[in-house]
Structure formats: structure tokens, C-alpha cells
């Protein structure tokens, strides 16, 4: 476990999922069934398991949440390891407060050091955070590599960002994502 900012009890700390114990985990889903309103289902939390995950706390009280995965994004010919962000959220009365640009900051730290690339989907909400954050509004077309081969994606084109790192990207390319259950993007 890292921990970023911490005073008192409170601050950004980055730990991996094998890591968090069983009280943060629930702590983690609860803060994020919440902040999506009863819209996270079950495999948008397991999207966000596997990795690295940010958490927000004031004292013992667990305000902000972020988890970076690593997935496989194809580009121009290319498979690229891309750190993908999951499960941003801030508690509805902490919101505007910093907790998450401090959350991003400490994920897009560790997508610079590993990944060729960061990735995320957004909400239409969301965009400009991300977009004053230094991350690239995709313009190209979205695909997924699926089990039965290349399926676009068009409903999510328009909502994908990416922070290059060690890749030269076109945003007005193709962007291929690996497969996974439910929401692909």
C-alpha cells in the first residue's frame, strides 16, 4: 500500500486489489452503488477489480474510489498495454473538493511508469474533467475484439479517452478493445 497526502488518517492511498481487505472492498462497492445511483452492476465492479485501486479517505471514512486494470487496446496495427481506469467516484457531498483530480493524479502516475497508454470511458458528465486533466477525447471509430470477431461499438464513440505515453496515438484511428463481459468500453 502507498499512501499519498495522508494526514491525520486521511489521504489517498494505492493498493491493490489482492490487498484490500474484506471491510475496504465493501466500503469500495457501497461508496460506488451510491455515487452511480444503483447503476453499478455486478460485472461493472468486477471491471474494477484486478489492479490498482485509489481510495479517498477521510479519517476511517472511505469518500473516493478509482481502480486501474490492465487491458489490451489495439491501435495502427499495434497491441498496446493500456492501464484502464474503472469506478471513479466521489461522494455526492465531497464532490468538488479535489479528492478526484488526487485520485487521477495517483493513477495516472502509475499509467505513466507501466502502461503505453491510459484509457477510460466516460460520462457525458465527466468529459471535461477528463479532457482538462490532459486526456484525449477519442474521435475515431470504437471497436471491440469479441468472441466472434471485430464488433464496432458505436454507442461508445464519443466517450473514449486516452493519455498517451510511450505510443504515438491517431485519435482519428480505429481503437480496438480486448473482450469482457458486459460493459466493453
Do not use: K
Not at 489492479?51 to 487496446?73: D, I, N
Request: with cysteine; hydrophobic share 40%; proline share 2%.
Amino acid at each position: 500500500m502507498v499512501e499519498i497526502g495522508t494526514g491525520g488518517g486521511s489521504g489517498i492511498r494505492l493498493v491493490h486489489t489482492a490487498e484490500l481487505d474484506a471491510s475496504a472492498r465493501a466500503a469500495a462497492r457501497s461508496l460506488l452503488d451510491e455515487v452511480f445511483e444503483g447503476d453499478l452492476t455486478d460485472q461493472d465492479w468486477e471491471h474494477a477489480l484486478g489492479g490498482v485501486h485509489a481510495l479517498a479517505w477521510e479519517g476511517s471514512e472511505l469518500v473516493g474510489h478509482a481502480s486501474l486494470v490492465q487491458r489490451r487496446l489495439l491501435h495502427g496495427g499495434r497491441a498496446l498495454r493500456a492501464g484502464y481506469v474503472e469506478g471513479v467516484g466521489v461522494r455526492a457531498d465531497r464532490r468538488g473538493r479535489g479528492y478526484g483530480a488526487a485520485l487521477m493524479e495517483a493513477l495516472e502516475r502509475v499509467v505513466r511508469g507501466a502502461y503505453d497508454l491510459g484509457a477510460l470511458g466516460s460520462s457525458d458528465e465527466a468529459l471535461g474533467f477528463y479532457a482538462a486533466r490532459g486526456w484525449l477525447l477519442w474521435q475515431g471509430p470504437t471497436w471491440a475484439l469479441t468472441p466472434s470477431g471485430l464488433v464496432r461499438t458505436e454507442e461508445d464513440d464519443g466517450c473514449v479517452h486516452v493519455l498517451p505515453v510511450t505510443r504515438e496515438l491517431d485519435p482519428a484511428g480505429e481503437l480496438v478493445c480486448d473482450w469482457r463481459d458486459g460493459d466493453v468500453w
